[in-house]
């Protein structure tokens, strides 16, 4: 009889326990969040109004303010490739009230091209979501005699040198691609940079370019016959052109640059904060109106938890850490 009251006695002391460590553990959440949030909340944009970083993050922020209750203020702080923005919010307190809208340049490709970033894209930040990413398209002008990948590639290789292709800058994903198609295909293209894409999708269309790769804002420009698409520079095809092979379909091997938008906050953010932006901005992907929205963009929503979303920009800053290597692209602090 003792040995069982002993018995009962050691079972509710191990529920007593379990229940003061859950009703702990619940008091330490609760502390995290607080009444998160409590006051209107800073979206940094490292960019200008207008471009698409800004775009996501005015579709990103409405619904999202909506569902928080509080109103998210952007605010635009262009500078230096995205890095000037970025760097602000690694510096802002840990408290979700800043925000950073993150994207492939700074965070990805910039520590590969600048000596002198401001932050650290490994330990400032704490990746909260993926909001959506866009495919590119390879382009060449209208009145180009290359109707496919193979005639193009067959050109440049009876021709080296004579060819050439457009970006919108040294470093710029047009010129990273063209980097990359030249490794995949052992071509020889020569790179012209331009003061931007709008520029050098100008030049393209005036025939003073041969090739460049263009992001979704081409579409209205292949439907309107100014320019012909031979491929999507993506692991799939573009919803929006689906009769369009890859790159990888047509031979040319791991050749992708899509570009990604998604919402980081400074580095030791509380989980409970991080998880709960990120529970909402998935929920709002996945709502028939945004459905639609993104669709509009040609752009494939995010579905990542904020570690997965973590491992990807891993992955991409791994990846263009060795593409601007072999380009050879510095950037002037």
Request: aromatic share 6%.
């Amino acid at each position: 009889m003792t040995s069982h009251l002993r018995f009962a006695g050691l079972i509710c002391l191990m529920l007593l326990h379990s229940i003061s460590s859950h009703a702990q553990t619940s008091s330490q959440t609760q502390s995290h969040v607080g009444d998160y949030p409590s006051r209107p909340i800073k979206l940094i944009v490292p960019w200008p109004p207008g471009g698409g970083v800004d775009t996501a993050a005015r579709i990103i922020s409405q619904p999202l303010a909506e569902r928080l209750g509080q109103p998210i203020v952007i605010d635009n702080k262009p500078g230096a490739g995205g890095n000037i923005g970025t760097a602000m919010v690694a510096k802002e307190a840990p408290d979700g009230y800043t925000l950073l809208m993150a994207s492939t340049s700074p965070n990805a490709v910039n520590p590969h091209l600048y000596s002198k970033l401001g932050f650290d894209p490994a330990k400032d930040f704490a990746p909260i979501a993926m909001v959506y990413s866009v495919p590119s398209f390879l382009v060449v002008p209208a009145s180009s005699p290359f109707n496919s990948v193979s005639d193009l590639v067959n050109y440049a290789k009876a021709n080296p040198g004579k060819l050439n292709f457009g970006s919108g800058g040294v470093g710029s994903s047009q010129h990273l691609f063209g980097v990359m198609f030249k490794a995949a295909t052992g071509i020889d293209i020569v790179h012209v940079a331009y003061k931007g894409t709008n520029p050098a999708e100008a030049a393209l269309m005036a025939g003073q370019i041969d090739l460049m790769l263009d992001p979704p804002t081409c579409l209205p420009l292949i439907a309107a016959g100014k320019l012909k698409a031979l491929a999507v520079a993506t692991q799939e095809r573009s919803k929006a052109l689906p009769d369009l092979p890859t790159l990888d379909q047509l031979g040319v091997q791991g050749v992708y640059t899509s570009t990604f938008y998604g919402v980081m906050a400074p580095a030791n953010t509380p989980k409970p904060i991080v998880n709960l932006i990120n529970k909402e901005i998935r929920e709002i992907l996945q709502t028939p109106e945004m459905r639609k929205r993104l669709a509009d963009l040609t752009a494939e929503p995010g579905t990542f938890s904020p570690k997965a979303f973590e491992q990807f920009v891993e992955s991409e800053f791994e990846r263009y850490g060795v593409i601007v290597k072999l380009s050879g692209a510095k950037q002037v602090d």
